[in-house]
């Protein structure tokens, strides 16, 4: 997965214009007091605020020595 995708959905969670108020606020200039979770048409992306998804862990219990086997 790549950081810098060009088909980010919108939130004003990592919108560049919008400052973090308290957890699932955000102050935007625009539209004032705002759910992290919305957004609005000055939605700018900053890829500095949004926090990827932890990757998988590796379901290790379910792996035998043959999975490794050439």
């Not at 919108?15 to 609005?40: F, N, T, W, Y």
């Not at 900053?46 to 020595?65: C, H, N, Q, W, Y």
């Amino acid at each position: 997965m790549n950081l810098f995708q060009t088909s980010i959905e919108p939130r004003c969670g990592y919108c560049a214009k919008g400052r973090e108020l308290d957890h699932g606020q955000v102050v935007c200039p625009k539209k004032g007091v705002m759910s992290a979770g919305s957004h609005c048409g000055a939605f700018r992306y900053d890829p500095l605020k949004r926090v990827p998804p932890r990757p998988a862990k590796l379901a290790s219990t379910s792996l035998s020595e043959e999975d490794f086997r050439l």
